[in-house]
């Protein structure tokens, strides 16, 4: 199954850090993981991406668990901009993404 | 550079009405993408192209033709519109360099409602 599991919603407070869950516990070796975030009525946008460490960018940072069935999207600091629907995302294949419902994140002022 | 571009953005039709989805993007990506947004769900794949002249079947083809006009240009077209495809349509591109963990990058939707 090239799936995830993330929780429907979160909910966290402005400039705060926020942790994002992500379950792919029958990944394989050579997957990615990406995540994608999707503002209200807009398209998805590319956040991050890894495949065994950890990794950073100026929007976020991604950590893999060691046996890489689970990772975690991290926001450090939350503004109002950021709520949104986070989709984390098993590449399988060619460059194919399959979106679950990913995570409603609220972020309360 | 615009990245990728859609037209039209919202569109009504009759059912059994035909209509073409068009995207294009400038940033001399090889592949192509479409993707339907149904209300509350996340995104599925209806077709994709993965150089200039191939065509590939996603994860709901049905009620759907493509095609891959050039490098720049991959249109979507509905033969015979029925209810059931009211969605947001996304089209996307990449630069399918051949490994893994290529980002995609997605146009702003074309909303459609068949009635």
């Known amino acids: 199954d090239a799936k995830t599991t993330q929780p429907n919603s979160m909910e966290s407070n402005e400039e705060e850090p926020v942790h994002l869950p992500c379950n792919h516990s029958t990944i394989s070796g050579t997957d990615y993981i990406h995540w994608y975030r999707q503002l209200p009525s807009q398209g998805p946008e590319y956040v991050i991406h890894?495949?065994?460490s950890n990794v950073n960018n100026r929007m976020a940072s991604l950590a893999i668990a060691e046996d890489r069935k689970s990772s975690t999207l991290i926001l450090h600091r939350a503004t109002l901009r950021d709520a949104a629907v986070y989709y984390c995302?098993?590449?399988?294949?060619?460059?194919?993404?399959?979106f679950g419902q990913g995570t409603r994140l609220t972020i309360n002022p | 550079n615009a990245g990728v571009t859609q037209t039209p953005k919202f569109q009504v039709l009759k059912t059994g009405q035909s209509m073409t989805l068009q995207c294009a993007q400038d940033?001399?990506?090889?592949?192509m993408y479409w993707y339907r947004q149904d209300p509350g769900m996340g995104l599925r794949l209806i077709y994709y192209?993965?150089?200039?002249?191939?065509?590939d079947k996603g994860e709901v083809p049905n009620g759907y033709n493509v095609s891959r006009l050039n490098k720049r240009e991959f249109s979507l077209r509905l033969e015979s519109a029925a209810p059931s495809q009211t969605s947001v349509y996304f089209c996307a591109s990449s630069e399918a360099t051949g490994g893994l963990g290529e980002t995609q990058y997605f146009g702003p939707g074309t909303r459609l409602l068949v009635l």
């Open positions: 890894g495949l065994t």
């Open positions: 940033m001399n990506h090889n592949s």
């Open positions: 995302i098993r590449i399988q294949g060619a460059q194919k993404l399959v």
């Open positions: 192209s993965a150089s200039e002249g191939t065509t």
